[in-house]
């Protein structure tokens, strides 16, 4: 016969394996919950395009940025910070990067957005390189938990050209 200790220790230690165990799953599902964010950015209008007098090119974008950013909200997630980002490559730099537009999501309700918007911060190549140029609007997002480490990610959206003509 057991003791009533001994069955008193025993439901204890099954009890904490049964609640490790589902700490471990709820972080394995956290986990796995599917990254499948989506986001598509039309270029609606190149509002204007100049050779600065400093020689500096600088262009003035309209953009329609439209996002589903919802699988990135779990039980763990504060808010995500998001940043557009045109990249390209010139003969000085292999990459370019040039934040358009940013924003914070507070929460999975403001996740699945569309925005028509003008770039925020300034669109200038130091230097005479945007003519033509071909370049990739890339959506960078940071992911600020409740518990843990942040994460990054980004999506490459590809296949964008300035125009040949300032104007
Ligand atoms: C922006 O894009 C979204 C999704 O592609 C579309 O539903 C919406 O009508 C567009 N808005 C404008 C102003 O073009
Ligand atoms: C755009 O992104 C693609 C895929 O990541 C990459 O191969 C390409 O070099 C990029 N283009 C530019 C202009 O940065």
Known sequence: MHSFGQRANVLLTFAITLL??????ASVSDNFNSLSP????QVVNINWFQKKS????????????SANLESLFTWNTKQVFVFLAAEYGTPKNALN??????????????????????????F???GSNLRGKEFNLTLHWHVMPKTGKMFADKIVMSGYRLPQAYR
């Open 20 to 25: 490790a165990l589902m700490c471990a799953i």
């Open 38 to 41: 989506h986001a598509h950015v």
């Open 97 to 122: 990067q040039i934040s358009l537009w940013d924003g914070i999501i507070p929460s999975r309700e403001h996740a699945k957005f569309w925005i028509h918007a003008y770039n925020k911060y300034r």
């Open 54 to 65: 400093s020689g500096d090119d600088e262009v003035s974008l309209s953009l329609n940025i």
């Open 124 to 126: 200038i190549d130091q």
